[in-house]
């Protein structure tokens, strides 16, 4: 590469430090601009790693060593899908929307804006099944994951909230069948069945509970995982409600805007009470890979090919802590281009690197019943003896 002749005086390192890292090439957002997200700097920054993990595997390589998986593999993927949509122009939950939207509106100009969607009721209802592609492709790879559903039995309804109703219809392996009778299927197949709390249920006492009885019962079986809708949590007080609601997992903590280990850790870890000033029954196993943070153009806005390269790099950094990386695909996207295809590709990286792929409830029995959490809990009291971490 010639450097430009302004550059000349500077000494070597400074030279390279003011050479854009664009000019090597690389990758572009959708607008054709070079963003952070393209950066090595970005990619090796300390929020694109487990942190804590590594930090332990340096202390004491030991700790790492001595995690255990089934059938010796290296390391888990966490697999999951928040199912915010069930069925292309679905005129019902559209209707919903509509009414809520209308109803929430408090001028005249947000009313006929509301109304406006109206439109959208004239799409035909779409045939398309969005659902089994997921299943199939975790299926041939002998992994399955959790699939978090939307309850339909929700108060202090949020416009941002999901409209779907148990006796909707979706299309599902040839047919249309109503909500509630396919996922009493996928739970019935061995796939976890979990909570998509409200936005709602996130900030306010005595939701969450209602919810998590509202899917148990639509689809027969016990639901002890969650992950709030639009990764809605407070610190302060989340935490405390999911106790209370009887979830043992939560799946919330990530982004929706980005990729970074928000924990510092790959780790299931338990979260922490800020009122009550203590760790809680709930076991957090931490958000990292999602399918709109790395391509939805209002985000990371990656190319597919781009967003497996990083990926690629979050995955290795994981199997070498021997951890847990999570996956978030939304089953409706099986309708973008790419979307799918990033998916099957990462499944087949996940099985060549040895990673156990499987849902929520299956890592946290794991995770507990192994000795994994004693023995991680028990190193970063070691290690990280200040604060709660003592
Ligand atoms: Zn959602």
């Not at 996928?186 to 976890?192: C, D, F, L």
Request: hydrophobic share 40%; charged share 25%.
């Amino acid at each position: 590469m010639t450097r430009p002749p302004e550059r000349e005086f500077l000494n070597t390192s400074q030279a390279d430090w003011l050479t854009l890292e664009e000019e090597l090439g690389g990758d572009r957002d959708g607008i054709h601009n070079f963003e952070i997200h393209h950066t090595a700097r970005y990619r090796e920054a300390s929020v694109c790693r487990p942190v804590l993990d590594e930090e332990m595997l340096r202390r004491d390589p030991s700790v790492a060593e001595r995690i255990r998986w089934p059938e010796g593999r290296r390391f888990a993927a966490f697999l999951s899908h928040d199912v915010d949509g069930t069925r292309e122009h679905c005129r019902e939950q559209l209707a919903r929307l509509i009414r809520t939207n209308a109803d929430a509106a408090t001028t005249v100009r947000d009313k006929l804006r509301a109304l406006s969607a109206v439109i959208g009721l004239r799409h035909r209802r779409g045939r398309r099944d969005l659902l089994s592609p997921w299943l199939e492709a975790e299926k041939e790879r002998g992994f399955t994951s959790t699939f978090f559903v939307f309850p339909t039995a929700v108060s202090a309804r949020h416009p941002r909230d999901l409209m779907y109703h148990w006796d909707d219809l979706m299309p599902f392996e040839g047919g249309l069948q109503p909500i509630r009778a396919v996922f009493a299927q996928v739970a019935a197949r061995g796939w976890e069945v979990g909570l998509h709390g409200s936005i709602e249920s996130a900030h306010t006492t005595g939701l969450l509970e209602a919810q998590r009885l509202d899917v148990e019962q639509a689809v027969g079986a016990p639901v002890t995982s969650g992950r709030q809708h639009n990764l809605q949590f407070g610190a302060a007080v989340t935490p405390d409600l999911l106790a209370a609601s009887g979830l043992r997992v939560d799946c919330t903590l990530g982004s929706n805007r980005s990729v970074f280990f928000r924990t510092g850790t790959s780790y299931p870890h338990r979260l922490w009470s800020v009122g009550g000033q203590a760790w809680l029954n709930v076991l957090e196993i931490p958000l990292i890979l999602h399918d709109g943070a790395l391509l939805r153009g209002d985000n990371m806005d990656l190319s597919p090919e781009s967003a497996l390269a990083f990926c690629r790099g979050v995955i290795a950094r994981v199997a070498a802590v021997r951890g847990v990386v999570s996956l978030l695909w939304h089953p409706e996207n099986l309708v973008k281009p790419g979307y799918y295809d990033l998916y099957c590709s990462l499944l087949d990286v996940l099985r060549e690197e040895g990673a156990w792929g499987t849902s929520a409830r299956n890592i946290a029995d794991w995770w507990e019943s192994s000795g994994n959490a004693a023995l991680v809990d028990d190193a970063r009291r070691r290690h990280f003896a200040a604060g709660r971490m003592a």
